[in-house]
Nanobody, 123 residues
């Protein structure tokens, strides 16, 4: 059973920044894509950022230029730095891992291991 643990959510004013972190088992980084997905009340879950096994990142258009995801392999951690936050960024944020060798990108349906989520509020 894969366990991912997110941290770093909270409340921030519009224009502010937050950094989310996700700790996952080491095998996740040897060949799996790790994504950041969010879900706001009444909306479908959507992918906002992902980083593949080669460290190549992809982003949803809505967050390009504001969000950055990165890997810290030494600590089995994937981070999401969120700058210039907007009220529409408010949501529950999840990190998730795909199967090794599968590039899930921003597709929530591709991921098969999820964290419990961390809430981001932007006022």
């Amino acid at each position: 059973h894969v366990q991912l643990v997110e941290s770093g959510g909270g409340s921030v004013q519009a224009g502010g920044s937050l950094r989310l972190s996700c700790v996952a088992p080491s095998w996740t980084y040897s060949g799996a894509c790790v994504g950041w997905l969010r879900q706001a009340p009444g909306k479908e879950r959507e992918g906002v950022a992902a980083i593949d096994s080669d460290g190549i990142a992809s982003y949803a258009d809505s967050v390009k230029g504001r969000f950055t995801t990165s890997k810290d392999n030494a600590n089995n951690t994937v981070n999401l730095m969120m700058n210039s936050l907007k009220p529409e960024d408010a949501a529950m944020y999840y990190c998730a891992a795909g199967l090794p060798g599968v590039d899930c990108g921003l597709n929530p349906r591709c991921y098969n291991a999820w964290g419990q989520g961390t809430q981001v509020t932007v006022s």
